[in-house]
């Protein structure tokens, strides 16, 4: 806190998210200084782009290219970092809790690869950093996983934490579109990046899943534990068969705990229409929690874009700023030392969709059941869809029962080999909740 009773924020990275934080602070300046009890004043904005300067629209006197005018700012109470990704925002941060200044950040991949050092540093340095922005936008989760659901033992995770891969989704299910011409609509809808791997391919919500399993079953998840498949081998049919059989098609986020072994998965799954996610639509985001007191419950809103965002990065500068005013020191912001392992995924017993392409003759069927029944898979329905009497083909969909996915990859592998399968179009894991 300064002298005059104000508490100081530095804005790092002016794009979207961090001109809307700004002006949030600019513009509600009364609403904020009523909730903390000091006024909460933006005394630096940084961004290394003179262009996202001006376009920021902020007085000239706030603005700056140099980071080291927030981080080493002795007016500055609070950094907000809102550039992303690992560098330099790892090192700003890193300078600015050691000189003991809070930090609130939207970095999902800076949290996800770095968070619990991060963290100890905050702790050792008796300041706080809080992230609630980097999961789910504006949804709380943050907070609830580390408060109000403590007194649960989670046992899973079931999430639909990426806005652009689910607007892609949508699109091919209510649209009938194929994968790129959803994407094209997606890009032209400003949702999808010119670049849209980070989404597409689930390492957005792979690091959103990180993230919350560390905090919901108190270990150190990494990005890289997490399994991921992205969407980008989903088609229109994939939708429509699923719609049939009484699922949306989304892409999952899971993590479950059972006896100090978590599975965490990001991929395709179908969702059952009766399941609340199978409902959310659009760039929406949902999480499920599931804890042995509270049961489950359902967080939903917006997970992306400036307003949502800066509605979390704003609340958690204010938690800090009240923390300043009334001298509460850190509270522990969560504990990351239960010792667990990652079940691998050959591991996981599901059910499965798979669509083929085959030849459309006497005994085709009976070579693919065979498959299925040597790898002790049991098919719970199989149906013929479109057959093509020009050059004899058909599609087949199949549905097992529950079964081991290394069993199920081994199956499907050794039917690419066999002559009248001509395609293996889509497997997908179907998530029946018990
Ligand atoms: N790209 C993310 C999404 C938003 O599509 O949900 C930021 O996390």
Partial sequence: MREDGSIGVGVLGLGVIGSQVARVLLDQTERLAHQVGAPVVLRRAVDIDTAKLQASGLPGHLLTTDAADVVNSPEVDVVVELIGGVHPAMDLLTTALSQGKHAVTANKELMAKQGPELIELAEQNGVHLLYEA??????????????????????????IINGTTNYIVTKMSREGLDFDSA???AQAAGFAESDPTNDIEGFDPAYKLAILASLAFHTRVRAEDVYREGISRLAPQDFQYADELGYAIKLLAIARCDDDVLSLRVHPALVPYEHLLARVDGVFNAIEIEGDLVGQVLFHGQGAGPLPTSSAVVGDTVEIARGIVSRSGS???????????????EELTTSYYARLTVADHAGVLANITKVLGDLSISIASIIQKNADPTVRTAEIVITTHPAQERAVQEAFH???????????GSLIRVENWS
């Avoid at 690419?416 to 395609?423: A, L, R």
């Fill in 134 to 159: 980097s999961v789910g936008g504006g949804i709380p989760i943050i907070g609830p996983l580390k408060k109000d659901l403590l007194a649960n033992e989670i046992t899973s995770i079931y999430a």
């Fill in 183 to 185: 994407l094209r609509q």
């Fill in 331 to 345: 509270v522990r912001p969560g504990n990351f030392s239960r010792e667990v392992s990652i079940s691998p995924m």
């Fill in 414 to 424: 050794q039917m690419e080999q066999i002559d009248v399968v001509k395609e293996v």
